[in-house]
């Protein structure tokens, strides 16, 4: 029996779960996506989109949707709070386009959402279903059935693979886990905001240089991002600091005087912008235990945040759900025989790269935060390396390929 005749089923319709969908019905595979909301909103801010997932979105037609809304920056710009002077400069713009083979864009999450659900609407051999919440699943040899709650009532869905895609709060964790592999709160908290083109805290962006820019302001006792969305038409902030565990989601609270003290002592515009730039939602960074399984036997396999949760400083999020969604659909055989092992095989060979993309993440976090004697050194490290030296460091990330159709 082909596996094509059965469905994928996909548990979230957020940036992997949709990725997912749209990847494995390019392979001729049908995709059934339940999502627990009532309707599709646009949680989250901004994201980076470095051409190791630009490519992947390109291949599956959704690159040209989104590129209307997103922005093409020209530079990543690293720069000392207290001074603004500017540290290192790494070229991306028409450079990165041709050293990496696709560009590296910035987008509002919803934006991207967007392009992906307008994907998923066009294909036939996706279905979408909303207000369907996940209530557990079994796996064996003959495939796997979801359980599924709708409107109060319980139902059944069966199919070949079931794609954990539920997000850093997983409730399909626990199965691929044995019940166990929470995620874990990292110690800090993300202050995030959107400020419109044209008001006062833009204007403060873009005199950091965030017209046209990923702008990384650095100082010990916190770090701040900010890149124009939407367009152009806004500006992202989000700026990371120590902080005590707040409730779980996307819109927590915590005392933005936490944020401003923070920022105290920095240069004065950077300083105002605690103030201009309100108000400040907040979440709390959580990661999950990478070593923990992600896949099962009988066909369960998580990707994106529900498999491997990182804390952000590697700007890679997005795009190691992007490419989980495509490797697995890549990996998945069309018939039953071999599944199990492909699966495996897809495990170690994606856990490899994420756990070398969180290196770089702890690396970057070290590095950002450092204070005396080893931001000297980092800022005299800095001094010495050319901008195209600085990207050659990121083509092992920026310049991966997904494997085409099963092939490595």
Do not use: C
Request: cysteine-free.
């Amino acid at each position: 029996m082909d596996a094509r005749d059965r469905p994928v089923l996909i548990a979230g319709a957020g940036v992997a779960g949709l990725t997912a969908a749209l990847a494995f019905a390019r392979r001729g595979f049908q995709a059934r996506v339940f999502e627990r909301a009532p309707r599709l909103e646009a949680v989250g801010a901004g994201l980076q989109l470095s051409p190791n997932a630009t490519h992947i979105l390109r291949r599956l037609g959704v690159l040209d949707l989104l590129r209307p809304r997103a922005v093409q920056p020209d530079a990543v710009l690293l720069k000392d709070a207290a001074s603004l002077r500017e540290l290192a400069r790494v070229p991306l713009g028409e450079a990165a386009e041709r050293r990496w083979g696709a560009p590296y864009l910035v987008a509002h999450r919803g934006d991207l959402q967007q392009a992906l659900l307008d994907g998923v609407a066009g294909n036939p051999a996706i279905e979408l279903v909303l207000e369907a919440s996940v209530r557990g699943a079994t796996a064996g040899t003959g495939g796997v059935e979801l359980l599924v709650e709708r409107t109060g009532q319980p139902s059944q869905s069966a199919g070949m693979l079931l794609v954990g895609a539920d997000g850093v709060w997983s409730t399909l964790r626990g199965l691929a886990n044995g019940g166990g592999g929470t995620s874990r709160f990292a110690g800090e908290l993300a202050w995030r905001t959107t400020v419109p083109a044209g008001s006062a805290a833009a204007g403060l962006v873009a005199r950091l240089g965030g017209a046209g820019n990923v702008v990384a302001i650095l100082h010990p006792g916190f770090h701040m991002i900010a890149y124009p969305v939407s367009g152009g038409e806004a500006f992202n902030l989000v700026a990371f600091t120590k902080g005590e565990r707040i409730e779980e989601g996307w819109s927590g609270k915590a005392d933005p005087e936490i944020l401003a003290r923070a920022m105290r002592g920095t240069a004065p515009e950077l300083a105002r912008l605690a103030g201009d730039a309100a108000p400040w939602l907040v979440w709390p960074l959580h990661t999950v235990d990478q070593r923990r399984p992600w896949v099962m036997p009988g066909g369960v396999a998580l990707i994106g945040d529900a498999a491997h949760a990182m804390t952000p400083f590697a700007a890679q999020g997005a795009a190691m759900a992007i490419e989980d969604a495509e490797t697995l659909a890549a990996s998945v055989p069309g018939s039953p025989a071999g599944a199990t092992g492909a699966l495996a095989a897809w495990e170690r060979e994606r856990k490899a790269r994420v756990a070398r993309v969180a290196r770089r993440g702890a690396l970057n976090h070290l590095a950002w935060h450092a204070a005396g004697p080893v931001a000297l050194a980092r800022d005299a490290f800095l001094r010495l390396r050319r901008p195209e030296s600085l990207a050659a460091d990121m083509d092992w990330l920026y310049g991966w390929r997904a494997p085409e159709d099963g092939t490595r």
